[in-house]
Antibody, heavy 123, light 107 residues
Framework: EVQLVQSGAEVKKPGESLKISCKGS????????IGWVRQMPGKGLEWMGI????????RYSPSFQGQVTISADKSISTAYLQWTSLKASDTAMYYC????????????????WGQGTMVTVSS | DIQMTQSPSSLSASVGDRVTITCRAS??????LNWYQQKPGKAPKLLIY???SLHSGVPSRFSGSGSGTDFTLTISSLQPEDFATYYC?????????FGQGTKVEVK
């Protein structure tokens, strides 16, 4: 079974750092992009960025460029989303998702989703 | 970035109703348009990809159409399990932007 399993919920203080994870299984991890999607409480979905674990090619949304870092460790089939200095406005559910196809643009869509990681930033 | 605009933002409907949601792109995206369903507390699920292709396991009452800048998602006969929020998303170019969502509520 193809699946993505994300790390557990986090509660952090403003200014702290954080790295959450997304482990893929049941498929060739290095052959598919993995994306990250933010959902703030009661709000819609926001595409943050995407990484190709095979060569670490990474694309960011301009809205998130410089605010987060997306990485992957193909030896353990895991993608990461990290912050160096969290803000209260980073409070959100974060999903990782795998597209059904191999292209980063064109006919493609997220068909496999992780269960989500809730990040709460509060003093 | 390509902007995606859905309408309406919410709608009220009854079981058995035909429901149509519209999504408009700020520029032509060919047929690179996807639709997702999200229920409270759950991850989104893919319904339709490439504007009109039904994802595996999705009931045939869901259908999509359109190309260029204007797209629609239609639920032919709304079922109790279809009350949810629906999002369109373009995959024409990164960033793969989402629409703001359409919440389908019980009338």
């Amino acid at each position: 079974e193809v699946q993505l399993v994300q790390s557990g919920a986090e509660v952090k203080k403003p200014g702290e750092s954080l790295k959450i994870s997304c482990k893929g299984s049941g498929y060739s991890f290095t052959s598919y992009w993995i994306g990250w999607v933010r959902q703030m409480p009661g709000k819609g979905l926001e595409w943050m960025g995407i990484i190709y674990p095979g060569d670490s090619d990474t694309r960011y949304s301009p809205s998130f460029q410089g605010q987060v870092t997306i990485s992957a460790d193909k030896s353990i089939s895991t993608a990461y989303l990290q912050w160096t200095s969290l803000k209260a406005s980073d409070t959100a559910m974060y999903y990782c998702a795998r597209p059904r196809g191999l292209a980063v643009a064109g006919s493609n869509a997220f068909d496999i989703w992780g269960q989500g990681t809730m990040v709460t930033v509060s003093s | 970035d390509i902007q995606m605009t859905q309408s309406p933002s919410s709608l009220s409907a009854s079981v058995g109703d035909r429901v149509t949601i519209t999504c408009r792109a700020s520029q032509s995206i060919s047929s690179y348009l996807n639709w997702y369903q999200q229920k409270p507390g759950k991850a989104p699920k893919l319904l339709i990809y490439a504007a009109s292709s039904l994802h595996s396991g999705v009931p045939s009452r869901f259908s999509g159409s359109g190309s260029g800048t204007d797209f629609t998602l239609t639920i032919s006969s709304l079922q109790p399990e279809d009350f949810a929020t629906y999002y369109c998303q373009q995959s024409y170019s990164t960033p793969w932007t989402f629409g703001q969502g359409t919440k389908v509520e019980v009338k």
